[in-house]
């Protein structure tokens, strides 16, 4: 049986500097909690659409709440001729496939010198190596990447495939997890 399109879901949202970076280039706005409710996940959630009628795929982050918001770059504000303050229209769907998260210089060095956890790493999804990519970069110090980076390495080498115990909606830990703070 083919499985179909699921129905776009359309809303109107004003787009927010963030207050940091103070001069930052992009923008962001948080769905509306009826938008949120109907994608698959609380936690990141890859779509495809327009905004403003400017085509785009994004990765929606988790708000902590249960919804979520979106980063809107440079260049997808200029193709949507929209600025911070204006209220556009969004159009957006779950995409297809998960595209294959960027992989951070440490851990690629790290995975090239663990050929098991390197092997077990080439056969997860992209999703699994999202989580696994956040869990290891959202220490606070460079210590504790580092620990996690080889924490990972011997669970990977082991035959695990997920991060145990993450939280990727953010709803269940006390994390930072959730939109930018607007500036005014």
Request: proline share 9%; with cysteine.
């Amino acid at each position: 049986m083919a499985r179909t399109a699921p129905s776009p879901i359309r809303f109107e949202s004003t787009l927010r500097r963030p207050a940091r970076p103070v001069n930052a280039a992009w923008a962001f706005f948080v769905l509306p909690a009826a938008a949120s409710a109907r994608l698959p996940s609380r936690s990141q959630v890859t779509v495809e659409g327009t905004l403003a009628g400017a085509p785009f795929q994004a990765t929606l982050e988790p708000d902590g709440q249960g919804g979520h918001w979106m980063k809107v770059e440079k260049t997808l504000l200029a193709a949507a001729g929209a600025k911070a303050g204006d209220t556009v229209a969004v159009e957006m769907a779950p995409a297809a496939g998960e595209p294959e998260p960027k992989l951070p210089p440490d851990l690629r060095q790290a995975l090239a010198a663990h050929p098991a956890a390197k092997a077990t790493w080439d056969d997860i999804t992209p999703v699994a190596r999202r989580d696994w990519i956040q869990w290891m970069t959202s220490g606070k110090k460079a210590e504790t990447r580092a620990k996690r980076i080889a924490t990972a390495c011997d669970m990977l080498a082991s035959g695990k495939r997920r991060a145990c115990c993450f939280d990727r909606s953010g709803m269940y830990s006390r994390g930072n997890m959730g939109a930018p703070e607007a500036a005014d």
